[in-house]
């Protein structure tokens, strides 16, 4: 597997805490894992958080753990990736679609501008 040139980037930010104002703040872990997995065909395990003033996780972009898909019962037959995000504290996770490093930053930070407002009131 070649390396997306936003895997770099995304390794750099490993470790991040980035203050959002208002207590709000983001944690960013980034790992290569050493292989190539059926879960996570990129080669890493990362972690993008928000949390609020409170501390509690109000969004997130992972690939700590499988997620089922609405409807199904089991993963027979399926590729298992890992690849998901949650909206909120109780959220089990919804799939995401991981294209490659860029891609997840990007979606990370327009997720966490909507949940801002949203929390926020604008």
Same mark, same amino acid.
């Given at each position: 597997?070649?390396? /997306?040139?936003? !895997? /770099?980037?995304? !390794?750099? !930010? /490993?470790?991040?805490?980035? /203050?959002?104002? =208002?207590? &709000?703040?983001?944690?960013?872990?980034?790992? !290569? #894992? %050493?292989?190539?997995?059926?879960?996570?065909?990129?080669?890493?395990? *990362?972690?993008l #958080?928000?949390?609020d003033?409170?501390?509690?996780?109000?969004?997130?972009? =992972?690939?700590?753990?499988?997620?089922?898909?609405?409807?199904?019962?089991? *993963?027979?037959?399926?590729?298992?990736? &890992? =690849?998901? $995000?949650?909206?909120?504290? $109780?959220?089990? %996770?919804?799939? &995401?679609?991981?294209?490659?490093? *860029?891609?997840?930053?990007? =979606?990370?930070?327009?997720?966490?501008?909507?949940?801002l $407002?949203?929390?926020?009131?604008?």
């Open positions: 597997m070649s390396r /997306d040139a936003g !895997l /770099d980037a995304l !390794l750099d !930010l /490993d470790g991040s805490i980035l /203050d959002q104002g =208002d207590g &709000y703040w983001i944690k960013i872990e980034v790992k !290569l #894992t %050493g292989m190539i997995s059926a879960e996570r065909p990129h080669g890493i395990s *990362y972690s #958080t928000l949390h003033p409170l501390n509690q996780r109000i969004l997130g972009f =992972d690939n700590a753990h499988a997620v089922k898909s609405p409807g199904k019962k089991n *993963y027979s037959g399926r590729r298992i990736e &890992y =690849d998901h $995000k949650h909206r909120s504290i $109780k959220d089990k %996770g919804k799939s &995401y679609e991981f294209v490659d490093g *860029y891609q997840l930053i990007k =979606d990370f930070f327009d997720e966490v501008d909507k949940v $407002k949203e929390h926020r009131g604008y």
